[in-house]
């Protein structure tokens, strides 16, 4: 199922490409922000009654209007039309309607580290249970991104991004 923040994220990221297509420059700070907001999504749809992933979306639901603002007003030197169309899509998953899909389950969004935080990449030798890195992740205050089933994306403060990968130790280790 597709949260409306998720489609207009989705309609805002489509709308980011198609302006950096068309030349326009686009404020410094939107990508990463982007790619925070695609994690508080996907972090509040696996465990939508947790307090803070409901803080968390309300956030990133908030900073997605505050970018709409502005990437609309780069659109209006495209023209009305083109503004238009945008506005409709954004209006279509209002609605409830998906108009557009992800290209796959597991996100490969967060490709920027967020500002002031730290990435740790690991791959693993066996594929793992997602909950248990959620858990250590989540505990630690860290961003997680699953790039496939063996590879895994962390972004936090360094110390807390240390501390989480030391408690990951044990997936490395083999049977």
């Not at 199922?1 to 302006?19: A, T, V």
């Not at 858990?135 to 205050?141: D, P, R």
């Not at 991104?145 to 408690?167: A, I, R």
Request: aromatic content about 6%.
């Amino acid at each position: 199922m597709s949260l409306p923040s998720e489609q207009n994220w989705l309609i805002l990221n489509n709308l980011l490409k198609d302006l950096t297509q068309k030349g326009y420059t686009i404020p410094e700070g939107i990508n990463p922000e982007m790619g925070i907001i695609r994690s508080s999504i996907s972090s509040y749809k696996r465990d939508p009654s947790h307090p803070d992933l409901i803080n968390g979306l309300a956030k990133a639901e908030m900073s997605l209007n505050t970018i709409q603002g502005t990437l609309l007003s780069i659109a209006e030197e495209e023209g009305d039309e083109y503004v238009d169309h945008w506005l409709d899509l954004l209006k279509q998953a209002m609605q409830g309607k998906e108009v557009f899909q992800f290209a796959d389950s597991r996100s490969k969004f967060l490709v920027n580290t967020p500002p002031g935080l730290t990435t740790g990449r690991i791959n693993l030798r066996v594929p793992l249970a997602e909950e248990r890195v959620q858990e250590i992740a989540e505990w630690n205050g860290l961003i997680i991104e699953f790039d496939d089933d063996v590879t895994v994306q962390l972004h936090g403060d360094k110390k807390d991004l240390q501390v989480g990968l030391k408690e990951m130790g044990s997936f490395f280790l083999e049977d």
